[in-house]
């Protein structure tokens, strides 16, 4: 059973800044592409943003400028910085891998990301 861990959500005021992290075993990290996806309370689950394993980056229209996705690849972690946030980020927050050649897709448990205040 392959684990991905989120962890870094937490209750945080209009403006300010989050690091989400999620850490997935190393076999499956390094020939992964990494995403981040949120669920808003009564909405879809939408596309936050992905990091190829080449480091290219792509994010959703309502997060660009704000967010930053970045991967450590010998900790086997990939990061979701979270800057300038609005109550519309209020969401759960779930990574996910996508091996490549495989289509397999291995999702976290998410973690909880509240902006009020």
Known sequence: QVQLVESGGDLVQPGGSLRLSCAAPGSIFSISAMGWYRRAPGKEREWVARITTSNATNYADSVKGRFAISRDNAKNTVYLQMNSLK????????CNAI???????????????????
């Open 87 to 94: 109550p519309e980020d209020t969401a759960v927050y779930y």
């Open 99 to 117: 091996v490549l050649y495989s289509g397999i897709i291995y999702w976290g448990q998410g973690t909880q990301v509240t902006v009020s205040s």
